[in-house]
C-alpha cells in the first residue's frame, strides 16, 4: 500500500518554533490548490501500490476554504485514512461541518499545550479553552478519531505543569496523542532568540536541563500506558486500533508521494527520494507550465541501511533484522553490542528494539547502528 502526502504551506502567522516551509500570501491559495490537482494528474501513475493513505498537513491546512478542500479531493483517490491537521481556533461549527462531508475520518490538532501563556510564547493563535471547544465541534460532526499535538520542555517549565498539560489532554479523550520535546531548529525565530541571548534558560545547565526533560518523557509515558494508550512510536501513542497509518508508512519503508511545495516523496521499489521546491511561486509557475518543480536522488544500499535505523528503531516494532542484506545485518549486530549489554537495545527474534532507557538516548544509539 501507498500513501500521499499534501503539503498545504499557509499561515495567518509564523509559530516560533516552526522550521517547516510556510508563507502568510492567503490569496495564493486557490492558484495552490489547482496546481497540487495538476502535480497529482502529472505524477499519479508513480505509485505502483493503491493508495492507503492521505495526510494534508501544513502549515495551516484548515486555512483552506470549503470549495478548495472539496477541490482537491476530487482529484484525489479514496483511501482507508485520511487525515487533515487543523488549528483550534479554525474549528468553527461550520469548519466541522465542511469536514464531516469530505472523506476526512481523522483530525490532527495542535494543542501544544494548555497553558495560554506558553501559548504566546509559541506565537500560537489559540487559546487553551479553544482546544476543547474545536474537539466538542468536531466530535458533533461525526469525526470518531482525533489526535492531539503536545509540547514540552518550555523555558521555565515545571514537571508540575507538566503534569497538568498531560491531564488536560487525557479529559479530552482524544484516540490519539503525539508530544514532542521542544527542539530549537536553525532558522526559526526561537534559534535567533537564543542565538542573541534574550531567551532565559530552563535551568541553571545543560544536565539539569536534560534530566528534566527525561524526567518530562518518563512522566508522559508512564500516564499515557496507564490510561490505555499504546506507545508505538517515540512521539506518538494511540488507543487501541487508532495508530496513524500514514506516519507508520514513513518508519516502515512504504512508497509515497508528496504533493505540494516543500514536499518529499519516496519509492522504495524505484530506490528515488524526492523533494519539490520549497518556495511557492516557483512551485506553482512550472506546475502551470506542465514542469515537476522536484529534485531527485538514488538512495543506494548503505543509505537505505541508514533510512531503516533511523526510521524503524522509533517503533515499538523496531528493526527487523530480515530486511537488511548479510552485510548490513552482520554489521548492524555488531555495532549493537554494546547497546545490548548495557540495556539500550534488546533483540526481539529477529527485531531490535530500543529499550524504555533506550527511547530517551534514541539518537545517540540511531547514530551508533549507522554506516559512517
Not at 503525539?178 to 535567533?192: D, F, K, Q, R
Not at 511557492?280 to 543509505?303: F, K, M, N, V, W
Request: proline fraction near 3%; glycine fraction near 6%.
Amino acid at each position: 500500500m501507498a500513501g500521499i502526502y499534501i503539503h498545504i504551506p499557509f499561515c495567518k502567522s509564523r509559530c516560533i518554533y516552526c522550521g517547516f516551509y510556510s508563507t502568510t500570501r492567503l490569496d495564493l491559495r486557490r492558484r495552490y490548490v489547482e496546481a497540487v490537482c495538476r502535480e497529482w494528474q502529472m505524477r499519479h501513475h508513480e505509485l505502483a501500490e493503491p493508495v492507503d493513505t492521505i495526510y494534508i498537513g501544513g502549515g495551516t491546512p484548515s486555512l483552506l476554504e470549503g470549495d478548495q478542500l472539496s477541490r482537491l479531493f476530487a482529484e484525489l483517490p479514496a483511501a482507508d485514512e485520511v487525515t487533515i491537521e487543523v488549528n483550534p481556533d479554525d474549528v468553527t461549527e461550520q469548519f466541522a461541518a465542511t469536514v464531516s462531508r469530505l472523506p476526512v475520518n481523522r483530525v490532527s490538532m495542535g494543542a501544544q499545550t494548555f497553558n495560554d501563556r506558553r501559548l504566546r510564547f509559541l506565537h500560537r493563535r489559540h487559546s487553551a479553552t479553544q482546544v476543547a471547544e474545536a474537539v466538542s465541534r468536531l466530535r458533533a460532526a461525526g469525526i470518531g478519531n482525533i489526535s492531539i499535538d503536545l509540547m514540552y520542555g518550555f523555558p521555565g517549565e515545571t514537571l508540575d505543569a507538566w503534569q497538568q498539560d498531560i491531564n488536560e489532554a487525557l479529559a479530552l479523550d482524544a484516540e490519539h496523542l503525539s508530544a514532542y520535546c521542544l527542539m530549537v531548529e536553525e532558522g526559526t525565530a526561537l534559534y535567533e532568540q537564543m542565538r542573541n541571548e534574550k531567551l532565559e534558560t530552563r535551568n541553571d545547565g545543560a544536565e539539569e536541563g536534560e534530566e528534566l526533560e527525561r524526567q518530562m518523557y518518563e512522566t508522559l509515558i508512564d500516564r499515557l500506558t496507564t490510561a490505555g494508550y499504546e506507545h508505538y512510536e517515540i512521539s506518538n501513542f494511540a488507543r487501541p486500533g487508532y495508530r496513524s497509518r500514514h506516519n507508520s508508512s514513513y518508519w516502515h519503508d512504504t512508497a509515497y508521494a508528496g504533493l505540494g511545495a516543500a514536499a518529499h516523496s519516496y519509492s522504495p521499489a524505484q530506490h528515488t527520494r524526492s523533494w519539490n521546491t520549497a518556495d511557492l511561486h516557483a512551485y506553482i509557475d512550472s506546475i502551470e507550465q506542465g514542469q515537476l518543480p522536484c529534485e531527485r536522488e538514488h538512495i543506494d544500499g548503505d543509505t537505505h541501511y541508514n533510512d531503516l535505523v533511523t526510521t524503524a528503531l522509533r517503533t515499538s516494532d523496531g528493526l527487523c533484522l530480515d530486511m537488511l542484506s548479510d552485510r548490513h545485518r552482520r554489521y548492524c549486530l555488531g555495532e549493537a553490542r554494546t547497546f545490548l549489554a548495557s540495556g539500550l537495545l534488546r533483540l526481539d527474534g529477529q527485531r531490535l528494539v530500543l529499550t524504555r532507557r533506550g527511547l530517551f538516548l534514541s539518537d545517540m544509539v540511531m547514530s551508533g547502528l549507522m554506516l559512517v
